[in-house]
């Protein structure tokens, strides 16, 4: 998120930048700390979004592949940042997830 700008709006630009695709709603679900896996590591606060988009997912240079990943798929992947746990819990409640933040989500 870049200075003087909303959380939903870094969202719309980087769905753009990485996909290809336009945000066309957003509701925030939680967040999430996840500090460094070793000393000096990147710290990341991580924002969950319920989203609808349109257009056709066109990856840019970064990725080479995506997946739709439901409940059942999810220990087939190998997830990073610690993103495992909060997709976890959502999978487990996900009515319950909306306005949850990390000190909740341990």
């Keep these: ?10 969202l719309a630009v980087e769905l753009v930048e990485e996909l290809s695709v336009q945000l066309e709603q957003a509701s925030y679900l939680f967040s999430q700390d996840s500090p460094p896996e070793q000393p000096g590591g990147p ?3 991580n924002l969950y979004f ?17 997946s739709w990943v439901g ?4 220990a ?11 997709i976890y819990r959502y999978f487990a409640a996900p009515n319950q997830c909306a306005g ?3 000190s909740n989500l341990a």
């Design 100 to 102: 949850l933040n990390s």
């Design 50 to 66: 319920q989203c609808r988009i349109s257009g056709e997912i066109r990856l840019n240079e970064e990725s080479s592949d995506f």
């Design 71 to 74: 409940r059942e798929e999810l």
């Design 43 to 45: 710290h990341f606060l």
């Design 76 to 86: 087939d992947y190998a997830i990073v940042f610690g993103n495992d746990v909060a």
């Design 1 to 10: 998120v870049d200075c003087g700008q909303s959380a939903e709006e870094a």
